[in-house]
């Protein structure tokens, strides 16, 4: 095997490397779409440099239409999974053009007008654009610093590609040719930069998908499986750090602790299974309720916590009763004969006050809204909230209801 072979065989191995990464990770999780698209387009880049360097005399011009075609393919991909990743809609037929018009560029300066240095030009600009548009989607959604790192990558890679292009058409003009290509200072410059900056931007992105994975295993440690929120470690320890952050902000921010009424009664009477549809049930109105700014979590086997940023008691209590309403018209599947209802307490935590303060504000609230009858939502402040009980044997019909009372005074 010569040293000219081995030289154009390396790129080949070190993409298909990188694509089996990139499979890996799919593997680990089902749900990194982006995963697949980067295995797809590191390995449309392999099979490119195979291509190449497996072509023969006599099917040298077909094998390298189909290589070139494979490497503008590849960045085209390539800028559909950097959107993917980063969760970036792009218009597919808007995308696609540059790769078209390339591809059809390349077949025109192949067949019609052959000139290896303008398929050169095809290639490199087509590539360049769509390295430059993946770090157009990067740019504004840069959060860790390996953002920075990839974005900046891919600027210096489409920079050198059409530095190498311009140097290329400089130094050898029309007179390169498909015999001395890989002698070229063309070819040269694309290894240094499939065996430098390729590998960086790579390694940047397995590095994107490593945090991911670690923030997804801590996630699974810090969510309750049933429901899907998180559990009492996962929601007292993101809680502090909100408080926290909401406090040095000046911002408000509200506790509600609800608790399922006679949850026991329903798992006795109508089975375990019944009683995991009401927890999944409720967990699903609470994650719509807090959206993505809020945290919601499973603390108990029939307790929840709300925490709401930016809400006060008024408006925690209100969300409070909405969900309380939403539970009690919630009907489960089978027509099953019982219905599903909750207590809550409402507490807004106060300037510096810790988590377990505003905690058992709350809870206190809690502990009357279950003593004056159930189904009822209390507010911890006794700021006079109107008082309207709901009939436990009424429930479909019910208004929120809510207890004014001095527990924030006697906690």
């Known amino acids: 095997m010569s040293a000219n072979l081995i030289n154009q065989l390396l790129p080949a191995f070190l993409f298909a490397v990188f694509a089996l990464g990139f499979t890996g990770f799919k593997l680990y999780n089902r749900k990194l779409h982006s995963a697949t698209l980067f295995a797809v387009s590191y390995g449309s880049a392999a099979t490119a440099f195979l291509t190449e360097a497996l072509a023969t005399p006599m099917h040298l011009s077909y094998f390298r239409f189909l290589g070139d075609s494979l490497y503008i393919i590849s960045a085209f991909v390539f800028l559909l999974a950097t959107a993917n990743f980063y969760h970036v809609r792009l218009p597919l037929l808007r995308a696609s053009i540059v790769a078209i018009l390339a591809i059809a560029a390349d077949a025109y300066f192949r067949v019609v007008d052959p000139s290896v ?11 360049a654009t769509y390295l430059l548009m993946s770090t157009a989607v990067i740019w504004p959604k840069r959060q860790w610093k390996i953002d920075h790192v990839l974005a900046w990558l891919l600027i210096l890679f489409a920079i050198m590609l059409i530095a190498n292009s311009v140097m290329t ?7 390169l040719t498909v015999e001395n290509l890989h002698l070229s200072v063309y070819m040269a410059a694309v290894n240094l930069l499939v065996s430098v900056v390729s590998p960086a ?3 940047a992105l397995f590095v994107s998908y490593g945090i991911i994975v670690i923030r997804d295993l801590e996630n699974q440690s810090m969510t309750d499986p049933l429901s899907g929120l998180l559990n009492r470690r996962g929601f007292e320890s993101r809680a502090r750090e909100l408080l926290e952050q909401a406090g040095s902000q000046g911002q408000r921010v509200s506790l509600i602790i609800a608790d399922l009424d006679c949850f026991k009664k329903i798992n006795d009477d109508a089975g375990h299974q019944a009683g995991d549809a009401v927890v999944r049930a409720f967990a699903d109105l ?3 309720a807090v959206g993505r700014k809020g945290l919601a979590g499973r603390v108990g086997g029939d307790e929840f916590c709300i925490l709401m940023p930016r809400a006060s008691e008024d408006k925690a209590v209100a969300a409070a009763s909405e969900l309380r309403l939403q539970l009690a018209h919630w009907k489960p599947e089978g027509g099953a004969g019982f219905t599903a209802t909750a207590s809550m307490g409402v507490a807004e ?9 505003v905690f058992s504000r709350a809870d ?17 402040s006794g700021k006079g909230f109107p008082a309207a009980v709901a009939a436990s044997q009424d429930v479909q019909a019910a208004s929120p209801a809510t207890v004014e009372s001095t ?3 006697a906690a």
């Open 117 to 127: 240095v303008m398929r050169i030009h095809t290639i490199t600009l087509a590539t």
């Open 349 to 357: 935590g106060r300037l510096g006050e810790s988590f377990e303060r």
């Open 407 to 409: 527990a924030g005074k």
């Open 169 to 175: 058409h400089r130094v050898h003009g029309e007179g």
């Open 364 to 380: 206190a609230a809690l502990f009357l809204a279950k003593k004056g009858g159930r189904n009822q939502v209390v507010a911890a």
């Open 201 to 203: 931007i790579a390694v």
């Open 286 to 288: 609470l994650a719509k």
